[in-house]
């Protein structure tokens, strides 16, 4: 039946309030990069949500390069941990002396309590998207990657999933140790677990390695 | 006085309703690649309230390496949108014949119409950090700058400013425009504004550019 109402209808807008806006800074306030972890299992359905949180983040051209490896297997898991044990060793013996001590006491990730390990790869030659916007960057490619880990940290840390990020590693000897297609780069080694603790403040804050700076003079104007 | 409790007093741990799982999910979903805007100005509380995301943001070591140029002056406007002209028409010059004339007709960027422009850099050489987390992966600065525009991204979003990243750019002739130190890397070139629409789907969809892929396609077990 014809109503008479003819005009075009709008689409219903999504709009958010200024409670959800606070709360959005609250929850950017309280994400954490957590290295201490409970061993306690993270259910299937969360795991799920964090994931799903990828599937609308931004890509160049939508591309959607990210290509995510779930490692499961004790032999991979304890391969990273060698090769982040070593990697840090490395590190460590790179310190300043006057910093060698308070680096050597910093807990740098939870490899081995997380009970899920994450390895986010970018695929540099999918065909998807067409190389639309990667001409001059191509580097967007991998920074839309980072994006969808973005995403999955704050979709974690909304479920109570602390999520850590461990670059202390050789990223080569990842892929291999992950068997891997050679055109996958890593972008990131996640670990995701219910976390020991929930602090406002960075963990590297309160153990004396960095202050945080102020963002006005990080601002200039041209 | 002392009331007698003398049992430590747990810190208050800010958790997250399941509603307000559901409106990130949602703020996810309706966060656009915005290239269409209104030329109404931003108010500045609005921009601030966006910047303020940096803040929050993770970085490597806490190394905090964004830097951030706001661009105000019409003539570095303009060398600007000259730069995505020219990396554009090349763009479409190297584009499939049976595409060539699909990229001509995208809207790519809104540099036109946004009001308000950022430059979002990353420094390659600051002290700040004392490079933990970056020797075996040094890209991790510039993830870091990444996972601060992303956070503006959603910030803006949740008030209902639109942003834009536009990577058909020169990165280079940016900061040679710009007049910023060597040491900077263009990360990201946003333009932000009002948009003129707001939309569930990703232009590039709309447009036959691409389609979205399943994301379960590109997760696997090792």
Known sequence: MNT???????????????????????LFAWRRDVRRFLTDPVSEQDVQS????????????????WRIVRVE???????????FEHA????????????????????????REAPIHLAVFCDEAGEQGHGLGVATMPEMRRYSVVCAVMQMWL???ALGVGMGWVSILDPDRVSKALDVPAEWSLIAYLCL??????????EL???GWEDRQRLKNRIITR
């Open 205 to 207: 804050e309160r153990a």
């Open 4 to 26: 008479g109402a003819d005009a075009p209808v709008a689409a219903p807008i999504r709009s958010f309030t200024s409670a959800f806006q606070r709360e959005l800074e609250e």
């Open 50 to 65: 964090i994931l799903s949180a990828v599937e609308t983040a931004p890509s160049v051209g939508l591309s959607e390069p």
């Open 73 to 83: 297997s004790n032999a991979k898991r304890e391969a990273v941990i060698s090769n």
């Open 88 to 111: 840090n060793a490395e590190a460590l013996a790179t310190q300043d002396e006057d910093r060698a001590a308070l680096y050597a006491s910093l807990k740098l990730s939870g490899l």
């Open 155 to 157: 979709a974690a840390r």
């Open 193 to 202: 677990g219910w976390p020991e603790e929930n602090h406002l403040d960075c």
